[in-house]
């Protein structure tokens, strides 16, 4: 049997209805059984901090807007000043390089949302003022939709996916020389997951379909792989995209 090995990306497409490729992965994952799938924690890890990444940083840089305020002598606010707020926290943030706009956006909309829900329960209608560390206190706590949708899915496949072996410590030495000396030129969890993918192969006797939805990431991981002989041969590099031309 062939197991499905994802990426970072293919579970972000996976979990999330807007993203650009959900329908593509979600066509691939149906040709597989349950056991046949094996998310590692390492595309787990990565997985959980960029799928929180955009609303994260938006609450923290909300709250230090809404702290400001109080040092101006401000105690509540209305919806629509938290929206304001909340609009100049996004911009402060839109240009990092590790934000993307998109996402951000839907954080945006999600936590203004969740605020205006928040003030209606309290008195019916939004247009009242708040206090402002009532606001923040209910924001700090607010789940993710989406990751909240992950986390449940994920859990479900770490328990009744496939279970891989103990690696013997002479693979572990020997993948980790190899990673060594061939100074992968790879973002730190990107080379972390090619890593673990060569090791969980080299390990046992199955063949491995490894999703893909980063390109970059499909073209330089596949050179790494097809130059490590004892994994020759068992592991099927699957883009999740348009073919590279």
Do not use: C
Not at 51 to 58: A, G
Not at 212 to 218: A, I, L, M, S
């Amino acid at each position: 049997m062939s197991l499905f090995f994802p990426d970072t990306s293919t579970l972000i497409s996976l979990f999330d209805e807007d993203e650009p490729l959900h329908s593509r992965a979600s066509e691939i994952i149906r040709k597989y059984r349950v056991g046949e799938v094996f998310v590692p924690m390492s595309v787990q890890a990565e997985w959980q901090s960029r799928s929180v990444r955009e609303h994260n940083r938006l609450v923290i840089n909300t709250a230090i807007f809404l702290d400001n305020k109080r040092k101006e002598g401000k105690e509540s606010i209305n919806i629509g000043e938290f929206n304001t707020i909340v609009d100049n926290a996004a911009n402060k943030i839109r240009n990092e390089p590790s934000i993307e706009p998109r996402k951000l956006d839907r954080a945006r909309f999600t936590l203004q949302k969740e605020i205006s829900n928040f003030y209606k329960n309290s008195y019916g209608v939004s247009a009242h003022s708040k206090s402002i560390a009532d606001i923040k206190e209910y924001m700090m706590k607010l789940s993710y939709t989406f990751f909240e949708r992950g986390t449940g899915v994920i859990t479900f496949f770490v328990q009744h996916g496939y279970s891989h072996p103990d690696i013997p410590e002479e693979i572990e030495k020997k993948v980790k020389m190899f990673i060594s000396q061939q100074r992968i030129d790879m973002e730190t969890q990107d080379a972390m997951i090619l890593s673990d993918l060569i090791r969980y192969v080299a390990a046992d006797g199955e063949v491995y379909d490894f999703v893909v939805g980063d390109k970059k990431f499909y073209k330089k991981g596949k050179k790494y792989v097809d130059s490590y002989d004892s994994v020759k041969g068992r592991i099927n590099f699957v883009l999740l995209g348009a073919p590279l031309l």
